[in-house]
């Protein structure tokens, strides 16, 4: 009987551990062209047609103009527009470079769980749970570090030279939602007062906040 009710456990939990829907076939190189089909993820071009360097790319390789944002922050990733081979995996590849100084604010990839490798450097890495308890930890190059799935997290240069780091996601579409901009420059604009209470500020300093990020 308790055989019974761990295996029914075990049954409805697997639709909950996986992230993107599984693939139906080896592969199915994405038809970056298409725009006329709206689909979970993007078409297939005929599997006959798909080659080796569908596979393949070098975008990873060199580090990106973390000059770009005021966060100081450059995210490069293996989407399906650079490697269509990607495509329907549920998985997806980023590097991630650091100027001195950069933090990359808090942000959700609601649909995926991050780990991250550190190419080099060192930096302060955290995430809330939805008990607002903060896990944070300092790591250097080489190590490892898991931001659970859409949970909020942050990364923070802490080293006197830029850093860099390899993540790769659960999703081929993990979704970035980054709290700063998202509340305070989204499109059309939170209405002020509510931004005023929720974040226990004035409307002059919600103007403020505003402006700096961007918003309208
Ligand atoms: C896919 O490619 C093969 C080989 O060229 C061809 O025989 C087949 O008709 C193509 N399928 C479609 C749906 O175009």
Known sequence: MAYFWVSLLVVLLVPTISADPDTLQDFCVADTSSSTIFMNGLPCINSSEASVEHFTTSILSTQGNTTGN??????????????????????????????????????????????????????????????????????????????????????????????????????????????????FASNPAIPSNVLAKSFQINDLEVQTIRKNLGGS
Not at 100 to 114: C, D, I, K, M, Q
């Open 70 to 183: 005021p966060f100081g922050v450059s995210v490069t990733s293996t989407r399906a527009g650079v490697l269509p081979g990607i495509n329907t995996l549920g998985i997806i590849m980023a590097r991630v470079d650091f100027a001195v100084g950069a933090v990359l604010p808090p942000h959700t990839h609601p649909r995926a769980s991050e780990i991250i490798f550190v190419l080099e450097g060192k930096l302060r890495v955290g995430f809330v749970d939805t008990t607002n308890k903060l896990f944070s930890a300092d790591i250097k190059t080489g190590d490892v570090f898991v931001f659970p799935k859409a949970l909020i997290h942050f990364v923070e240069n802490m080293g006197n030279s830029p850093a860099s780091v390899i993540a790769a996601l659960n999703s081929q579409a993990p979704g970035n939602s980054v709290i700063p901009l998202a509340t």
